[in-house]
């Protein structure tokens, strides 16, 4: 058989895996992923999160333990959530922002084991402590119908990060999807003198069906839904505008979230952001995994790993996720 006469051969770049080695387009490394973990007061044991195989709801000790590990596996960011006992949560949300409110117990417990070793994150938003779930407080609308008030939600979460900053937090991470809430946060810091302390910035987060294995996480209160707030799935240009106003107002990262189902939006806001962009690989996109590999559907391992890259392909500089230190110990 005569050889075909090509100009080009992309294979022969396919040969042996050095060769793919170093053709290689993107990098998967510990410090591109944050480990995200839940801690819940009142409890004695860690409890398993059902939906979630393999995360947990840590107590504060079980939690250190768990930073410990992402410490030795390279991991450089933790993203904390906090569960508070029912008793503790009221129509406002007020344990977000009391001192003896488990997130913020449990930031000052990480900073004063690991001081800088590790950055600490910490998720600025209401929705685990208010009785209603929702992501702010409530009032009606001038034709009486419920809402949940943007104005009134900003000034709560300005009052929780600078919980969170006295806390030790290294970076708050409003998630409301309130208008103005980047600003706001800004400004109450500063006032503070919290100068140093960074915003990363959910900017086009989607009211997603991808969330639900979470609302199992956090013991979510939540009837109802979040689509007067959140983002519609079908909109792109709404989350570029959401992105640049973060910019304007000040955020030092921004953020996509769910990634899987929205990575053409991570590859947009990548080609333009002036700051790091980083996605969230979510609690469904976690679940459809576990649930498929343990079917013995699909290899585990190598679809986390493919998961990841994919993200990290599409221009997200960092991936929030719960495989992070699991991962972190497989590449290093
Ligand atoms: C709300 C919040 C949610 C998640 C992170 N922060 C849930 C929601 O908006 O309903 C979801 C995270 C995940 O699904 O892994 N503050």
Do not use: N
């Given at each position: 058989m005569t050889a075909l006469n090509l100009q080009y051969r992309p294979r022969?770049?396919?040969?042996?895996?050095?060769?793919?080695?170093?053709?290689?387009?993107?990098?998967?490394?510990?410090?591109?992923?944050?480990?995200?973990?839940?801690?819940?007061?009142?409890?004695?044991?860690?409890?398993?999160?059902?939906?979630?195989?393999?995360?947990?709801?840590?107590?504060?000790?079980?939690?250190?333990?768990?930073?410990?590990?992402?410490?030795?596996?390279?991991?450089?960011?933790?993203?904390?959530?906090g569960v508070p006992r029912e008793e503790d949560k009221d129509a406002d949300g007020t344990h977000a922002w009391l001192p003896e409110g488990i997130l913020n117990r449990a930031i000052a417990q990480v900073r004063q084991r690991f001081g800088d070793t590790i950055t600490i994150m910490a998720d600025t938003c209401l929705d685990e402590f208010t009785s209603h779930g929702h992501c702010g407080p409530l009032s009606t609308d001038r034709f009486g119908q419920p809402i949940v008030d943007n104005d009134a939600?900003?000034?709560?979460?300005?009052?929780?990060?600078?919980?969170?900053?006295?806390?030790?937090?290294?970076?708050?991470?409003?998630?409301?999807?309130?208008?103005?809430?980047?600003?706001?946060?800004?400004?109450?810091?500063?006032?503070?003198?919290?100068?140093?302390?960074?915003?990363?910035?959910?900017?086009?987060?989607?009211?997603?069906?991808?969330?639900?294995?979470?609302?199992?996480a956090v013991g979510s209160s939540l009837e109802g839904d979040r689509k007067s707030y959140q983002q519609d799935p079908a909109n792109r240009r709404e989350g570029l505008h959401e992105v640049r106003l973060d910019i304007e107002e000040g955020a030092d990262f921004v953020m996509v979230k769910p990634a899987m189902a929205y990575l053409d939006?991570?590859?947009?806001?990548?080609?333009?952001?002036?700051?790091?962009?980083?996605?969230?690989?979510?609690?469904?996109?976690?679940?459809?995994?576990?649930?498929?590999?343990?079917?013995?559907?699909?290899?585990?391992?190598?679809?986390?790993?493919?998961?990841?890259?994919?993200?990290?392909?599409?221009?997200?500089?960092?991936?929030l996720t719960y495989y992070a230190t699991e991962v972190a110990s497989w590449l290093s």
């Open positions: 022969r770049l396919r040969a042996t895996p050095a060769l793919r080695k170093l053709v290689s387009e993107t990098q998967l490394r510990p410090e591109h992923l944050i480990q995200v973990l839940f801690v819940r007061d009142g409890i004695e044991e860690p409890q398993p999160i059902a939906s979630m195989p393999g995360q947990y709801q840590h107590t504060l000790d079980s939690l250190l333990e768990q930073v410990e590990q992402a410490v030795s596996a390279g991991i450089q960011c933790i993203d904390l959530f939600s900003v000034h709560a979460y300005s009052q929780m990060a600078l919980a969170q900053a006295r806390a030790g937090a290294h970076i708050v991470s409003p998630s409301g999807m309130m208008d103005g809430q980047v600003q706001a946060i800004r400004q109450a810091l500063d006032a503070e003198g919290f100068y140093d302390v960074a915003i990363m910035a959910y900017s086009a987060k989607y009211a997603s069906a991808f969330f639900g294995p979470f609302r199992d939006i991570v590859s947009e806001v990548a080609d333009f952001s002036p700051v790091p962009v980083a996605a969230y690989q979510v609690s469904g996109e976690y679940a459809m995994i576990e649930a498929a590999a343990a079917a013995g559907w699909v290899d585990r391992e190598k679809i986390i790993l493919e998961s990841l890259t994919g993200i990290r392909r599409a221009g997200a500089d960092i991936i």
